[in-house]
């Protein structure tokens, strides 16, 4: 692979059930973050790591958890989705989480909650 | 509060030279960027601007004054494929980058 996967790349879920996103990067990158895409919003973090082994809070990470084992994968997981987590998801990974480093973008995610 | 402004949508023609402003108050500055969006893509990188003045590079030109607060993106030569949205994101304090709600430009011949 190259650059960065996400999966899957949609899904159809049931209120209530547990759902992770898969996010793999082969760049080496140190940063990875997630965020969703609203119709007529801008692109919100939801949560993102800095380091393998460590994570952060973004602007709306309520009903959302990540982990970061290593350096090329970093799932999120809606422990009980609930129709308001409807949205794209982009996971997106850069050099480092400083300066003017691009950030790389995966395919995203289209989840659409019942 | 942090906020990014820029325009919902825009229309020029091909060949023509276009302006996507975007306006912010954030807590803190540590660059603004610029993305690009076709309809249902990722969005990729166009450009960076940490210091006042013009980046340049091919058709895109970026511009910041730090002071007011203010970026433009400069599209020129426009071709059917600029048909996209433009992402205007500026790194806070903590080095987030808070994202404007994106600019849709439609090309028409």
């Known amino acids: 692979i190259a650059g960065i996967t996400q999966a899957p790349t949609s899904q159809i879920l049931a209120a209530g059930r547990r759902m992770t996103l898969r996010c793999t990067q082969d760049?080496?990158?140190?940063?990875m973050y997630w965020y969703r895409q609203d119709l007529g919003l801008g692109l919100r973090l939801i949560h993102y790591?800095?380091?393998?082994?460590?994570?952060g809070k973004g602007e709306v990470p309520d009903g959302y958890s990540v982990s970061r084992a290593n350096t090329d994968d970093f799932p999120l997981t809606l422990a009980s989705a609930v129709p308001s987590q409807t949205s794209v998801y982009f996971c997106?990974?850069?050099?480092?989480?400083?300066?003017?480093?691009?950030?790389?973008f995966g395919p995203g995610t289209r989840l659409t909650v019942l | 509060g942090q906020n990014i402004d820029q325009p919902t949508e825009m229309t020029a023609t091909e060949g023509a030279i276009v302006q996507i402003n975007c306006t912010y108050q954030?807590?803190?500055?540590?660059?603004l960027f610029w993305y690009q969006q076709h309809a249902g893509e990722a969005p990729t990188f166009l450009s960076y601007?940490?210091l006042d003045g013009l980046e340049e590079k091919g058709r895109f030109s970026s511009f910041l004054s730090r002071s007011k607060g203010y970026s433009y993106l400069l599209l020129k030569e426009l071709q059917m494929k600029d048909s996209a949205s433009y992402l205007c994101?500026?790194?806070?304090?903590?080095?987030?980058?808070?994202w404007g709600a994106g600019t849709k430009l439609i090309i028409k011949p």
């Open positions: 997106a990974s850069s050099d480092s989480g400083l300066g003017g480093d691009e950030q790389f």
């Open positions: 760049m080496r990158h140190n940063a």
């Open positions: 790591s800095n380091t393998a082994g460590t994570t």
């Open positions: 954030t807590s803190g500055f540590n660059g």
């Open positions: 601007n940490v």
């Open positions: 994101a500026v790194a806070d304090s903590n080095y987030q980058l808070i």
